[in-house]
């Protein structure tokens, strides 16, 4: 008789079948219980000086109940810890309009430890009942932050352009961003 799993006689299937994916098998693994080594590995980067954006999520509230209406606020500012990899910057260029320039462009952002999740990488768990959307009085967007020596970096917007790509024999979650506009004045303020 054939196996039920893969329809093959005489079957060499593991006894018991197949895992399948769940929050337990995910939870549970080798590479789950590594993380907390890879991340504290990732960190000497900053460390050393090799990693210099600061890269956070961002929340913000409108005073008037809904987006665009009344005071802008931030709500909640929350860096990515350890300091992930901000692919090269070259790829946001400048172009050139009537009333001066705009920055475009996308980035991608990658070994985010796996310590995050998905619904954190979109800004929907913080102010959202899991599985809803952002209320209708906030803004979510990344911030691609590089300090400079003296203080006066320049600090970049971006939103989401794809789903989180979680790639676990890598230890991370990486993520493509594409460049908006409205940044934050350099000391952090809501132009």
Known sequence: MACTACKVSPCTCPEGGYTEVTKASLTSTL???LT???DA???LYTSLGARNYRVALI???WSGGERGRGVEVVAL?????PTPNVSDLKTVRIEVEQVGSLEQGEVTVSQISPRYTEAELL???RFTIPGDQLP???NFYWEIFYPGTDGDGVRRRFTPKSAPNSNPTKFEWA???VRQSEDRTTSGEIR
């Open 31 to 33: 590479i789950s219980s």
């Open 36 to 38: 907390c080594v890879v």
């Open 41 to 43: 590995t990732r960190d």
């Open 59 to 61: 929340w913000t509230r």
């Open 77 to 81: 500012e929350e860096a990515i810890l």
């Open 123 to 125: 800004g929907l768990s």
């Open 136 to 138: 209708e009085d906030m």
């Open 175 to 177: 993520i493509r961003l």
